[in-house]
């Protein structure tokens, strides 16, 4: 329970402080909101996004300006830090934001976080944020995107394409509804761009591979194919229960159970999901290169077992919601090229929504 000096603190401040620490501690800012702010009022929980998000997106350059104005690089305690990341965000870029009052409500969440001694810190860098403009000293601080991502992007699509794929990082991103005969669902447009890619038709055997959170699988079940879920973990393929798929839990990764072949396959593959920085800036800064391989081992492994299970005449996507050649190409390279049909990318700032790659191949 928050301790009685909280009181003096906004809601949707001590709500985002508490997400932020503990999405350094490996969580998400999504599920984190969706979870925490189910409580609270549109207003409250919208404030709570707003400054998550912000802080996430624009992390580079809030460090810099503490820094700017702290007259040198210092090691902070992380909750002042967020405290400080929070404050420097809601000053310089929500305007309908008094600043003395997040200034106040950063000092009292240095309180609360029990590092009294630092509040006549917080206190006095804060009262020098403002909006003036700033001549950011490296790209990585004005694009606010670790260096070695920028610098793979502008090798693989070129430096406009780099900067696009950046910027698009910091904006809020679009929301896209998908119409559908079995209800409106909010779904991006390049996530909405995948399964027409298998060419769907009534009555035709479709797995979903890796189908949690169940978008994929319910826009494939309007066509009328008899449809397989599947996903590693029980408690996400309850989310599916309502779509009317045969659920399967299982590891992709292994030998797959099934007696049949199925006409078309989906396999979304887990990723680092570098096409989605908009919704998920805490990406951008947790991700190493070192990753990369280990999820090219497990996404080849999903589509060698996929193309395994795949019927005489049959078609395969393999998708991923990443900019990266490793889990793109690099998994797609074990396919003959014969077997390929087509392949498509998108990228954020140069097509709407989210950034995929998907490739088709055909069986035999």
């Known amino acids: 329970m928050p301790s009685k000096n909280t009181a003096k603190i906004a809601t949707a401040r001590l709500l985002a402080f508490d997400v932020l620490m503990k999405v350094e501690a490996g969580g998400y800012a999504s599920d984190l909101l969706l979870t925490h702010s189910a409580s609270l009022d549109a207003r409250d929980a919208g404030l709570a996004a707003e ?13 810099f300006l503490i820094e700017h104005h702290a007259g040198r690089a210092r090691k902070l305690d992380l909750a002042v830090r967020i405290a400080l990341r929070m404050g420097f965000y809601q000053v310089r870029y929500l305007e309908r934001v008094p600043p003395h009052a997040a200034v106040k ?34 790209r990585e601080i004005e694009l606010s995107c670790p260096e070695w991502l920028l610098a793979r992007w502008e090798a693989n699509f070129g430096a406009e394409a780099a900067i696009g794929i950046a910027q698009a990082a910091l904006r809020e991103p679009e929301k896209y509804v998908r119409i559908s005969p079995a209800g409106d669902r909010m779904q991006d447009i390049g996530s909405q761009s995948i399964v ?62 099934f007696a049949r072949r199925f006409d078309r396959i989906l396999v979304d593959a887990p990723c680092s999901g570098t096409g989605t920085l908009g919704r998920n800036p805490e990406i951008k800064w947790r991700l190493t290169p070192d990753d990369l391989d280990d999820l ?15 019927a005489p005449g049959g078609v395969l996507v393999y998708s991923t919601c ?24 998108r990228l954020p700032g140069r097509d709407p929504g989210d950034g995929f790659y998907a490739c088709v191949i055909k069986s035999v």
């Open 51 to 63: 400054i998550v998000f912000g802080v996430l997106r624009y992390r580079a350059q809030l460090d």
């Open 296 to 310: 090219r081992g497990r996404q080849s492994a999903l589509l060698a077992n996929a193309r395994s299970a795949l």
């Open 196 to 257: 027409p890619l298998l060419a769907l038709e009534a009555g035709q055997s479709f797995l979903d591979l890796c189908a949690a959170p169940g978008n994929k699988t319910a826009q494939a079940l309007e066509a009328g194919v008899r449809a397989v879920a599947c996903d590693l973990y029980f408690h996400r393929l309850q989310q599916l229960k309502p779509l009317g798929a045969d659920l399967v839990v299982l590891d992709g990764t292994r030998p797959l159970p």
């Open 105 to 138: 409500d950063s000092v009292e969440l240095v309180k609360r976080a029990h590092k009294t001694s630092a509040t006549g810190f917080v206190n006095a860098l804060l009262r020098q944020a403002n909006r003036d403009p700033v001549a950011w000293p490296t």
């Open 322 to 345: 990443s900019l990266e050649p490793e889990e793109n190409e690099g998994v797609t390279a074990a396919v003959p090229g014969e077997r390929i049909a087509g392949q498509m990318r």
